[in-house]
């Protein structure tokens, strides 16, 4: 990587603070062991112990618990920027599983060096910290949207995030962003049957809203969207106070 300035995690953490160029360079170090995962097969599985951390830098992961009849619940999905098994630094084994949506390269962090890079650069670890609390408060919002939202709502609510979220990392315009995600995937997040989610989107494509076709998101009427999720950014917290 040439220059860490433009990487997806950079980008993202620069809304936070203005990382000087030391802190730079051991963002630049935590990216150089670069691995490639193929999609459908799990990087980190649930149970997993002595994992180590990634940052994703090209693709789409999403994180899914297994449920006891073999089911499985999405809780999130990731995307370029976004850590992988963040929490995995504290505790002992990791409590979900990453399967990548598309094939992917994630940088590998062991939990040595991440915590060394927050000893030395603590503005660096700060602006970690609410990278992190970002995703926590969007697993919040997840488990709203699942138990009191109507389905349409719960589908426009959650596009509208990824649209905010791809945004923060240059991956999305004004008309919408490409999206790998299948209708399996949504239905496994959204606590929907495929056959419900593929009529929540033809719903909301009727109704000039949205478009989902050949894996790209158009917001059609993004105004009308928000309305109807009731969809305020402000749980992202996109603009947060720049540390000094």
Same mark, same amino acid.
């Given at each position: 990587?040439?220059?860490?300035?433009?990487?997806?995690?950079?980008? %993202?953490?620069?809304?936070?603070?203005?990382?000087?160029?030391?802190? !730079?360079?051991?963002?630049? @170090?935590? #990216?150089?062991?670069?691995?490639?995962?193929?999609?459908?097969?799990?990087?980190? #599985?649930?149970?997993?112990?002595?994992?180590?951390?990634?940052? !994703?830098?090209?693709?789409?992961?999403?994180?899914? %618990?297994?449920?006891?009849? $073999? =089911?499985?619940?999405?809780?999130?999905?990731?995307?370029?920027?976004?850590?992988?098994?963040?929490?995995?630094? &504290? +505790?002992?084994?990791?409590? #979900?599983?990453?399967?990548p949506v598309t094939d992917i390269q994630a940088a590998e962090v062991?939990?040595?060096?991440?915590?060394?890079?927050?000893? /030395?650069?603590? @503005? &660096?670890?700060?602006?970690?910290?609410?990278?992190?609390?970002?995703?926590?408060?969007?697993?919040? *919002?997840?488990?709203?949207?699942?138990?009191?939202?109507?389905?349409?709502?719960?589908?426009?609510?959650?596009? +509208? *995030?990824?649209?905010?979220?791809?945004?923060?990392?240059?991956? *999305?315009?004004? /008309?919408?962003?490409?999206?790998?995600? =299948?209708?399996? #995937? !949504?239905?496994?997040?959204?606590?929907?049957?495929?056959?419900?989610?593929?009529?929540?989107?033809?719903?909301?494509?009727?109704?000039?809203? +949205? =478009? +989902? @076709?050949?894996?790209?998101?158009?917001f059609d009427n993004y105004d009308g969207l928000v309305k109807l999720? $009731?969809?305020?950014?402000?749980?992202?917290?996109? =603009?947060?106070?720049?540390? /000094?």
């Amino acid at each position: 990587m040439t220059d860490i300035k433009e990487s997806p995690l950079s980008r %993202k953490l620069q809304v936070f603070v203005a990382l000087s160029e030391d802190e !730079l360079g051991v963002l630049k @170090r935590l #990216h150089l062991r670069r691995r490639s995962f193929v999609a459908g097969r799990d990087l980190v #599985h649930q149970g997993q112990s002595d994992q180590a951390v990634y940052i !994703l830098a090209d693709g789409w992961v999403c994180s899914y %618990k297994l449920q006891p009849d $073999g =089911t499985r619940q999405i809780v999130d999905f990731q995307i370029p920027g976004d850590f992988l098994g963040l929490r995995s630094v &504290l +505790l002992r084994t990791s409590d #979900h599983s990453f399967e990548p949506v598309t094939d992917i390269q994630a940088a590998e962090v062991f939990a040595d060096d991440l915590l060394e890079a927050f000893e /030395k650069t603590p @503005r &660096l670890a700060a602006a970690i910290l609410w990278a992190a609390s970002r995703d926590e408060a969007m697993v919040v *919002e997840h488990l709203a949207g699942v138990s009191r939202r109507a389905a349409d709502a719960r589908m426009a609510h959650f596009l +509208l *995030e990824l649209g905010a979220r791809l945004k923060l990392v240059g991956m *999305e315009s004004k /008309k919408g962003y490409v999206c790998p995600l =299948t209708q399996y #995937h !949504l239905a496994d997040a959204l606590g929907l049957r495929s056959v419900h989610v593929n009529r929540v989107l033809r719903q909301l494509r009727e109704s000039g809203l +949205l =478009t +989902l @076709r050949d894996g790209r998101v158009t917001f059609d009427n993004y105004d009308g969207l928000v309305k109807l999720s $009731g969809f305020d950014p402000a749980y992202l917290d996109q =603009t947060g106070p720049l540390l /000094k």
